[in-house]
């Protein structure tokens, strides 16, 4: 049986904000076959969610005290326009306000509006004229999401975007759009550090354009000039299940698939609104007690043209909205709803809440974030907004934490499965830290999403506790990144990095400005695709970490302050510090690695890097060369069960005698409910690293290639290489990329560093996985070549 481990304050906190949901309620019921002019009793219940949630403030307005349930028959509910609540219509502790589904149907909350059609055959496509004045930028065909028009054409299988094309913005295919006005351009930012997004605005001439946009991001940046594609342009309208809507003329384009008839569509829907409940107040008069339970939202409208306020000097720019907005609340709970098919935000919780609770739902097929913590920067002392910003030294505010209480505090995210996000941005994450404190983030399913699966954008103020989640698939489709992301562009932080030198030495106790309280991630598992699994970046302080499962990418520590890691396990990876300060006070010991230490720029080494196990005596010897691991250990680490992913430490394995290795639980990570549990997929569990016992080379896999060890004379000789060494390549994958390996090469370098074997070639890749490519030197016909994929 799981245990769910929570800490005591916030136990007590979950026991009271949820054991008073039980109390006795006036009752209202809305039905889709209900009429307005009803009481609301279940036997005559309301036809409309507004009207019933207006007579309920009328009610309040003369018993504010009393508590009220807004029972929802099954059915779909188009929204005309979002669901407001100010403070005047908030419930007490005692006597709460409950929205919620009737008892085992299912409710949807739709920002979508329906349309009864009618579809005429026009060549290739169907066609049909919708209400003048509509304009929407997502459309479902019998509650299935269609394809805008786009080019290249979608595949589901391509990372990023679901298929790119550098020539996606060509003169030629430019010159073949007659008005590509309204139509999008959606790259990634250069550095592949999220996505940038444009209007086309027209065209000058026949084959250049005029869009703006691409300020989706903090960090300055053109389009990527290979991961791009353009969408809602009519002369890409040529596969199936795409479509087009000339707003002009009122007209919708569809293209059928093979064999579809026009009788199978029973039902058009169309995202319309881009929120569905806000709920607003202030700090002072907060709106409060009320929860929201059972309950599908869906068909949201897509915003990712209105991110664009800048987040502090972290790499976000945002859109303070979502499917559900919290904006000046109290103990506002959102339990077990599932969110899906969103085109921005799910849940963004904005300015000052506190004892937010989000917990047991569904968050999937979501455009933008599930979850967000923003706070508001007038709330931060001496804010600036871009990454190259500083404010002057002499006009420093230096006291400690926050101005004002317009920050998100004391709140919790537990139990939710949130997956496939991010699907038109990819600046997002599955819950995004920023200008908060004391934040609990539990239990948690994190996977298929294009950067980070939880991200801290600074240090202002900390005191989160993130634990028991289990975190993968994350930097699919951008890179440089971490399943576990953090900046600390505090106060303290200078773009110069000998200025900021010149900083912390006159002034150390800047350190602790905003990051005024310990973060703490513990008994977590981590995967990422393109990056590392915990990457604590610029700046970032004030960490203790411990107890993780890191399934591919290590651990880095970029410059920071008082970050001790320890107990951690990092499979075929390990410890990444890079451009470490002096008197960093930083602490890496205890924790099992399967790589040598892969250092950038460190002069000094912070408090103590020793005592780690590592897999091999020579990445062991490799990392001592730095003047560390002095008590290092090395050999076999006796984990119990690693094909199931329990890594768990024998008893009387080195690991515990020679370091002090303490197990942590392997079967707490991620969703506690058993219904999330059964939704919920699992990472892949790594085939490790280490060397073959009998000493002999076995063919494996490696990227789709088919390679082994060099390991005979004739091998050598067929070659015609110096020595018997390196990396024979025997099968590339059918239709694989091109200008890359071919069968007879053998690799002899790895990023520069020579590879002698296959399990050499694995340790170099995964080291600097995080740049989003592999760069090779390869032996083939008799010369050495370069070769980067």
Known sequence: MRTILIKASFAIFLFFTFQYFSTAQTQYYVATDGKDSNPGTEALPFASILHAKEQIKKLKSENPDEGVSLIINGGTYYLEEPLVFDANESGTEDTPYVIQAKNGEKVIISGGKSLDLTWKNQGSFWVAKVPKGLEFSSLYLNGKKQIRARYPNYQAEILPFHGFAEDALS??????????????????????????HYEIIGKVGKD????????????????????????NIFEELDSPHEWYLDREEGMLY????????????????????????????NGGNP????????????QTAPTFMKTEEPLMRSDWTIYRNGAILLDGTENIHLEKNTFRD??????????????????????????????????????????????????????MDTVPGPKTEEYPANSLVADNLIRDIGLIEKQVAGVQIEMAMDLHIIHNTIYNVPRAGINIGDGAWGGHIIEYNDVFNTVMETGDHGAFNS??????????????????ERHPDWIKLDAIKTTIIRNNRFHCDHGWDIDLDDGSSNYE??????????????????????????????????????????????????????????NFWGDKVDENFFTSEMDLMKSREFGIEQSGEFGEPDFMNPEEGDFRIEEGSPVQSSIGFENFPMDQFGVASKKLQDLADSPKIPDLFTERLDGMAEIEEWRGFKVKNME??????????????????????????????????????????????????????????????????????????????
């Open 712 to 789: 005979t004379l004739g091998e050598q000789s067929a070659a015609g290489v110096n020595e018997i060494s390196g990396v024979l390549v025997l099968e590339v994958p059918k239709g694989g990329v091109q200008n890359t390996l071919q069968v007879g090469d053998v690799i002899l370098e790895c990023w520069g560093e020579p590879v002698d074997k296959v399990l050499t070639l694995r340790k170099l890749e995964k080291g600097n996985l995080w740049k989003g490519r592999i760069e090779l030197k390869v032996w083939r016909n008799q010369a050495l070549v370069e070769v980067v994929f």
């Open 171 to 196: 003169k030629e295919r430019i010159a073949s759009w007659r008005d590509p006005e309204g139509g999008f351009i959606h790259a990634l930012h250069q550095g592949r550090w999220g996505g940038m």
């Open 208 to 231: 250049s354009l005029i869009y703006e946009g691409g300020w989706q991001n903090n960090r300055e940046s053109g389009l990527h000039s290979k991961f791009r594609f353009v969408e």
């Open 487 to 504: 900046w600390g562009r505090d106060r303290f932080w200078h773009p110069n990095r000998g200025t900021m030198n010149e900083l912390v």
């Open 545 to 602: 970490i411990y107890n993780n499962l890191c399934l591919s990418g290590g651990i880095k520590l970029r410059e920071g302050f008082y970050r001790t890691v320890y107990n951690n396990i990092t499979l075929n990876n390990g410890f990444h510090p890079h451009v470490w300060f002096e008197n960093s006070h930083d602490v890496f010991t205890r924790n099992i690695v399967m790589t040598s230490h892969k250092q950038i720029g460190v």
């Open 342 to 395: 969103l085109g921005g935000n799910a849940v963004f919780i904005s300015n000052y809440n506190r004892k937010a609770s989000i917990r047991g739902n569904l968050i999937e097929e979501i455009g933008g974030s599930a979850i967000s913590f923003v706070g508001n920067p007038e709330a931060v002392r001496s804010p600036s907004f871009n990454y190259h910003e500083f404010v002057p030294e002499k006009e």
């Open 254 to 281: 569809y293209f059928p698939e093979e064999g579809q008839a026009i009788e199978d569509i029973q039902q058009v829907e169309v995202g319309v609104l881009e929120n569905l409940i806000s709920f607003k107040g």
């Open 287 to 298: 709106v409060h007690h009320i929860q929201i339970k059972d309950i599908l939202f869906t």
